[in-house]
């Protein structure tokens, strides 16, 4: 059975130490699992714990009084058990852990390394149940070709006899099972009149053939069975006409219709997609080389390819559910496939990347026409469980041969376009131009080092002061990622922040982030150095991602710092994206005693509804409002509202980009609580930043 959190895991607990298993537990129960767990410390009780009930999980210490990992693994050989077995020891040494994992250990952890514990359980228990699928598969498959071979046992073929004419002298009385004859009415028919017309001149070649042949001639044929139905039947055809005995053509055919069924769905699996029927990238890709190979015989029309991606489905899978977004997909996929010419394909690749081949096309212009059109389908809206959808997407063009004279290179360079239009932000189409590669290479460049940019200790943290308007204090700073690449330089947070939340990656750099910045908390506290908060930033993809409570709760003990001296700043339209799952996790956070902010406050769609229901501390205006105020009446009157409005809901209120004295003077009248810019100051490296504290704690000494 396939155990995920919130089920029960049976733990097996291979332990002399009390403490450590219930550490264990612990860390499993903190990663949402439910551990039904026992402690054994001797071959015996873990004989008896194995014949008492199955277990799901084990975890053994590598060495025991009496008792070791290996000899636990022995047992498990001796029972033929197939059960993860995590070794999680303290260091034993590079040869008995190689040792151990020789013996049939799945893997080897440390003690204490919870970051590595909970990701080596789920993929054991995910394997073990692959494996354990398998089994079972192989098993039906082995039960299958038993009973199969039994039918064929016990069952017969159809035998025909024909004359030279090809007319039925006699039919075997399995007919009537497979076709529904019996077998006396066929008597005297010409074959043929039952023999699909498309299949009737391999019949008569395998007829002719078989004269004077020294071994039956092989046919394959459509006969109509008595219902109407068209079987499909392999024959082996004998010409024993000259045999007294039997004077005719012998015909023993074999109903191979369920064969040619498993064939055409084999074939169909291979060259479309199961859940839109559109053809995959297989059949898109042969498809496109046999148009190329008829435009250059031509030598007069090009073709396009176009690569499709839809913005924000990963939004509509997760707060609708993957059923919903598998309706979308198919329903999508007819709409687009119905404004295309019959010559056109349209592929799925998979997820919500789709690609279109467009023969017959010069003028970039009628590829760009496509592309509209295809933007405007996926306006329309779509009705799917009881929700009203509007699509957009991100649409690459490549023309043959302006853009490649190849399929690889074609489809390559309109992905490229494609990555183009969405860096644009979505919802349009983009033509692909050779200076797009460099920016693809530099793209990628950035991607990989970007992966090793923690372990190689390039990325750094500066520090924003936030200052009170009321009496003049520094109360907090806001922690900002920036990165020194050893070739580029300073990186901007602009290019490697939506890299990193379109990769992935932002879940290990939040992890770093938050760590990094409440060390650096506890050492400014421990430095007598008195700062309320620092604020981090929490993105879209972190803050959906799993356990984001969990990370936070182990920043703030691996730093031993109060959960009061944190701030977690998340943008409005994270806050109102899913409503009641943000509620869930902003109070699992509270219960951490952090703060929450709503960060760049104002560019949303908050509903104050919605807002004063949400656990949240602060609002920060965002910058745009701050930028032109006083200048701007309309910046300064929303600045003042959102004032007013966070003081009635007993928020505190931090304006962000504060440049200017009049900004200043502005914000004070109205009461604002707290400002952030280069007003006071810049983001400084964590040791400038010291300085600058220890200065302002001198000054006011």
């Given at each position: 059975?396939s155990?995920?959190p919130?089920?029960?895991?049976?733990?097996?607990?291979?332990?002399?130490?009390?403490?450590?298993?219930?550490?264990?537990?612990?860390?499993?129960?903190r990663?949402?699992?439910?551990?039904?767990?026992?402690?054994?410390?001797?071959?015996?009780?873990?004989?008896?714990?194995?014949?008492?009930?199955?277990?799901?999980?084990?975890?053994?210490?590598?060495?025991?009084?009496?008792?070791n990992?290996?000899?636990?693994?022995?047992?498990?050989?001796?029972?033929?058990?197939d059960?993860?077995?995590?070794?999680?020891?303290?260091?034993?040494?590079?040869?008995?852990?190689?040792?151990?994992?020789?013996?049939?250990?799945?893997?080897?952890?440390?003690?204490?390394?919870?970051?590595?514990?909970?990701?080596?359980?789920?993929?054991?228990?995910?394997?073990?149940?692959?494996?354990?699928?398998?089994?079972?598969?192989?098993?039906?498959?082995?039960?299958?070709?038993?009973?199969?071979?039994?039918?064929?046992?016990?069952?017969?073929d159809?035998?025909?006899?024909?004359?030279?004419?090809?007319?039925?002298?006699?039919?075997?009385?399995?007919v009537?099972?497979?076709?529904?004859?019996?077998?006396?009415?066929?008597?005297?028919?010409?074959?043929?009149?039952?023999v699909?017309?498309?299949?009737?001149?391999a019949?008569?070649?395998?007829?002719?053939?078989?004269?004077?042949?020294?071994t039956?001639?092989?046919?394959?044929?459509?006969?109509?069975?008595?219902?109407?139905?068209?079987?499909?039947?392999?024959?082996?055809?004998?010409?024993?006409?000259?045999?007294?005995?039997?004077?005719?053509?012998?015909?023993?055919?074999?109903?191979?219709?369920?064969?040619?069924?498993?064939?055409?769905?084999?074939r169909?699996?291979?060259?479309?997609?199961?859940?839109?029927?559109?053809?995959?990238?297989?059949?898109?890709?042969?498809?496109?080389?046999?148009a190329?190979?008829?435009?250059r015989?031509r030598?007069?029309r090009?073709?396009?390819?176009?690569?499709?991606?839809?913005?924000?489905?990963?939004?509509?899978?997760?707060?609708?559910?993957?059923?919903?977004?598998?309706?979308?997909?198919?329903?999508?996929?007819?709409?687009?496939?119905?404004?295309?010419?019959?010559?056109?394909t349209?592929?799925?690749?998979?997820?919500?990347?789709?690609?279109?081949?467009?023969?017959?096309?010069?003028?970039?212009?009628?590829?760009a026409?496509?592309?509209?059109?295809v933007?405007?389908?996926?306006?329309?809206?779509?009705?799917?469980?009881?929700?009203?959808?509007?699509?957009?997407?991100?649409?690459?063009?490549?023309?043959?041969?302006?853009?490649?004279?190849?399929?690889?290179?074609?489809?390559?360079?309109a992905?490229?376009?494609?990555?183009?239009?969405?860096?644009?932000?979505?919802?349009?189409?983009?033509?692909?131009?050779?200076?797009?590669?460099?920016?693809?290479?530099?793209?990628?460049?950035?991607?990989?080092?970007?992966?090793?940019?923690?372990?190689?200790?390039?990325?750094?943290?500066?520090?924003?002061?936030?200052v009170?308007?009321?009496?003049?204090?520094?109360?907090?700073?806001?922690?900002?990622?920036?990165?020194q690449?050893?070739?580029?330089?300073?990186?901007?947070?602009?290019?490697?922040?939506?890299?990193?939340?379109?990769?992935?990656?932002?879940?290990?750099?939040?992890?770093?982030?938050?760590?990094?910045?409440?060390?650096?908390?506890?050492?400014?506290?421990?430095?007598?150095?008195?700062?309320?908060?620092?604020?981090?930033?929490?993105?879209?993809?972190?803050?959906?991602?799993?356990?984001?409570?969990?990370?936070?709760?182990?920043?703030?003990?691996?730093?031993?710092?109060d959960?009061?001296?944190?701030?977690?700043?998340?943008?409005?339209?994270?806050?109102?994206?899913?409503?009641?799952?943000?509620?869930?996790?902003?109070?699992?956070?509270?219960?951490?005693?952090?703060?929450?902010?709503?960060?760049?406050?104002?560019?949303?769609?908050?509903?104050?509804?919605?807002l004063?229901?949400?656990?949240?501390?602060?609002?920060?205006i965002?910058?745009?409002?701050?930028?032109?105020?006083?200048?701007?009446?309309?910046?300064?009157?929303?600045?003042?509202?959102?004032?007013?409005?966070?003081?009635?809901?007993?928020?505190?209120?931090?304006?962000?980009?504060?440049?200017?004295?009049?900004?200043?003077?502005?914000?004070?009248?109205?009461q604002?609580?707290?400002?952030?810019?280069?007003?006071?100051?810049?983001?400084?490296?964590?040791?400038?930043?010291?300085?600058?504290?220890?200065?302002?704690?001198?000054?006011?000494?």
């Open positions: 059975m155990v995920t919130q089920q029960a895991l049976h733990v097996l607990i291979v332990e002399d130490s009390a403490e450590d298993a219930q550490l264990l537990q612990l860390q499993l129960r990663n949402g699992y439910k551990p039904v767990a026992r402690r054994v410390q001797t071959a015996e009780e873990m004989e008896r714990a194995l014949d008492e009930q199955p277990w799901d999980l084990v975890l053994a210490d590598y060495s025991l009084p009496t008792f990992a290996l000899g636990a693994l022995e047992l498990f050989h001796r029972r033929g058990l059960i993860p077995f995590l070794i999680v020891s303290g260091t034993i040494g590079e040869e008995t852990a190689v040792e151990a994992m020789r013996a049939g250990a799945h893997d080897y952890i440390m003690k204490g390394s919870s970051a590595r514990l909970i990701p080596a359980i789920a993929r054991e228990l995910r394997e073990a149940e692959e494996r354990a699928n398998r089994r079972r598969a192989e098993e039906a498959l082995r039960d299958s070709e038993r009973r199969f071979r039994a039918l064929i046992e016990y069952s017969s159809i035998l025909t006899v024909v004359d030279a004419s090809g007319r039925i002298l006699y039919e075997s009385p399995s009537e099972r497979l076709l529904g004859h019996t077998a006396g009415e066929l008597m005297g028919a010409a074959l043929e009149e039952h699909h017309p498309e299949d009737r001149h019949l008569a070649t395998a007829l002719t053939r078989s004269a004077g042949a020294s039956p001639i092989a046919a394959e044929f459509r006969m109509r069975a008595r219902n109407g139905e068209w079987r499909s039947v392999e024959a082996s055809v004998s010409n024993l006409l000259d045999n007294a005995e039997v004077g005719g053509i012998v015909l023993n055919s074999r109903d191979i219709t369920a064969r040619k069924q498993d064939e055409e769905m084999i169909h699996l291979a060259y479309f997609d199961a859940l839109t029927g559109l053809p995959n990238r297989m059949l898109f890709d042969d498809r496109l080389t046999q190329l190979a008829h435009s015989r030598g007069a090009g073709l396009a390819v176009m690569s499709l991606d839809l913005d924000r489905f990963k939004t509509i899978n997760e707060t609708l559910g993957h059923g919903a977004g598998d309706e979308l997909l198919r329903t999508a996929a007819s709409s687009l496939s119905a404004i295309l010419r019959g010559e056109d349209i592929a799925r690749l998979g997820g919500d990347e789709f690609l279109f081949l467009l023969p017959e096309i010069d003028d970039v212009e009628d590829a026409r496509v592309a509209r059109k933007l405007t389908v996926l306006d329309a809206p779509f009705s799917v469980h009881g929700h009203e959808l509007h699509l957009t997407a991100s649409v690459g063009i490549a023309m043959f041969p302006l853009d490649g004279d190849d399929a690889e290179t074609l489809v390559r360079n992905d490229t376009a494609l990555y183009r239009a969405k860096e644009q932000g979505g919802n349009r189409y983009q033509l692909y131009a050779p200076a797009m590669n460099a920016i693809a290479y530099k793209r990628l460049v950035l991607e990989n080092s970007l992966r090793r940019a923690i372990e190689r200790e390039e990325l750094r943290l500066h520090y924003q002061p936030l009170s308007l009321h009496d003049g204090t520094v109360v907090g700073v806001e922690a900002l990622i920036r990165w690449h050893p070739e580029l330089g300073l990186v901007s947070p602009a290019e490697f922040i939506p890299l990193a939340e379109e990769t992935g990656l932002i879940v290990p750099l939040t992890h770093w982030v938050l760590h990094t910045a409440c060390r650096q908390m506890k050492e400014w506290h421990e430095a007598g150095l008195e700062l309320m908060t620092v604020a981090v930033n929490i993105s879209a993809q972190r803050f959906s991602a799993a356990n984001l409570p969990v990370a936070v709760a182990e920043a703030l003990t691996a730093a031993g710092l959960g009061r001296h944190l701030c977690l700043e998340l943008t409005e339209s994270v806050m109102m994206e899913n409503v009641e799952e943000t509620i869930a996790t902003l109070l699992e956070l509270k219960k951490l005693h952090v703060k929450i902010s709503i960060d760049d406050f104002g560019t949303g769609y908050s509903s104050l509804s919605y004063k229901r949400l656990p949240i501390d602060t609002l920060k965002d910058q745009s409002f701050v930028r032109n105020t006083p200048a701007d009446a309309d910046d300064a009157a929303i600045a003042m509202l959102i004032i007013s409005m966070a003081h009635h809901l007993n928020l505190s209120v931090v304006a962000e980009g504060v440049e200017t004295e009049e900004q200043l003077r502005l914000l004070r009248s109205q604002c609580d707290i400002m952030q810019g280069y007003l006071v100051s810049k983001p400084l490296p964590a040791a400038e930043m010291t300085e600058m504290l220890s200065r302002l704690a001198r000054a006011r000494v």
